[in-house]
């Protein structure tokens, strides 16, 4: 398993109807950053991580 640059990362608790993580996530898109959102179970939070480009890593 490859590490991963964590761009940003939220609460999973977020108030009903916000999805803050998502809408990082959309900024940085906007701005040409490949991003994706994940759910890191352990610490119940939701981070924002930079996509890896192709043929790096397995």
């Known amino acids: ?3 991963r640059e964590i761009l ?5 608790g977020a108030p009903r109807g916000s999805w803050p993580a998502e809408e ?3 900024e940085l898109r ?3 950053q490949p991003v994706t959102v994940v759910m890191d ?3 119940d939070r ?3 991580v ?3 480009l192709r ?3 397995v």
């Open 1 to 3: 398993m490859s590490a």
């Open 8 to 12: 940003a990362d939220f609460p999973a």
């Open 24 to 26: 990082r996530a959309a």
């Open 30 to 32: 906007s701005q040409g």
């Open 41 to 43: 179970l352990p610490s």
């Open 46 to 48: 939701f981070l924002v």
């Open 50 to 52: 930079a996509d890896q």
């Open 55 to 57: 043929g790096e890593g």
